[in-house]
T-cell receptor, first 116, second 113 residues
Framework: ETGVTQTPRHLVMGMTNKKSLKCEQH?????MYWYKQSAKKPLELMFV???????ENNSVPSRFSPECPNSSHLFLHLHTLQPEDSALYLC???????????????FGPGTRLTVL | AQSVTQPDIHITVSEGASLELRCNYS??????LFWYVQSPGQGLQLLLK??????LVQGIKGFEAEFKRSQSSFNLRKPSVHWSDAGEYFC???????????FGPGTRLSVLP
């Protein structure tokens, strides 16, 4: 596998379910990101991990819980979601040199999440 | 904090026609600017980036963009559009550490045969 992969590609879940999204990057990068892409809204940065430490959390509801066990893997744990959480969830990675985030981000194909 | 606007929500062009997508940014220092494209059901693919130097940047798939500091713009151009260029185009700006990417709302490009 090359680049950034995400599983599953599609997920349908009820509001009481618990599920996890997985992201894996094969680029040797040291920073990873979760974005939410909703219809007719700009991309929303949810979480940033640099060198496996969370460096930014943009006031995301606690029903979303990220986990970054190593620099290649990133998870987004989901529980008690709401229908408005239905969206495309994109993972990205970059090489964070000298703590400068302006290096380009490489994106995975996304997970299309539907909350019933 | 930085921000990005893309004034055009949806643009339709005929195959072979020229294209220009507009992007305006707001940032107090030298910005780092990017253009991405998203094909249906796919993630974002980087087309080109501007960090410094020559203000006319060449990217993949025949795209180019010009950084104009006086106009706070970074418009994307292509002289001849192909049907495979259809998709959603996002302009993004990055800044100093701690201020991550901010994406514009996107411009949807449709290409007529």
């Amino acid at each position: 596998e090359t680049g950034v992969t995400q599983t599953p590609r599609h997920l349908v879940m009820g509001m009481t379910n618990k599920k996890s999204l997985k992201c894996e990057q094969h680029l040797g990068h040291n920073a990873m990101y979760w974005y939410k892409q909703s219809a007719k809204k700009p991309l929303e940065l949810m979480f940033v991990y640099s060198l496996e430490e969370r460096v930014e959390n943009n006031s995301v509801p606690s029903r979303f819980s990220p986990e970054c066990p190593n620099s290649s893997h990133l998870f987004l744990h989901l529980h008690t979601l709401q229908p408005e959480d239905s969206a495309l969830y994109l993972c990205a990675s970059s090489q964070d040199r000298d703590r400068q985030p302006h290096n380009e981000q490489f994106f995975g194909p996304g997970t299309r999440l539907t909350v019933l | 904090a930085q921000s990005v606007t893309q004034p055009d929500i949806h643009i339709t062009v005929s195959e072979g026609a020229s294209l220009e997508l507009r992007c305006n940014y707001s940032y107090g220092a030298t910005p780092y600017l990017f253009w991405y494209v998203q094909s249906p059901g796919q993630g974002l693919q980087l087309l080109l980036k501007y960090f410094s130097g020559d203000t006319l940047v060449q990217g993949i798939k025949g795209f180019e963009a010009e950084f104009k500091r006086s106009q706070s713009s970074f418009n994307l151009r292509k002289p001849s559009v192909h049907w495979s260029d259809a998709g959603e185009y996002f302009c993004a700006v990055g800044g100093d550490y701690g201020q991550n990417f901010v994406f514009g709302p996107g411009t949807r490009l449709s290409v007529l045969p």
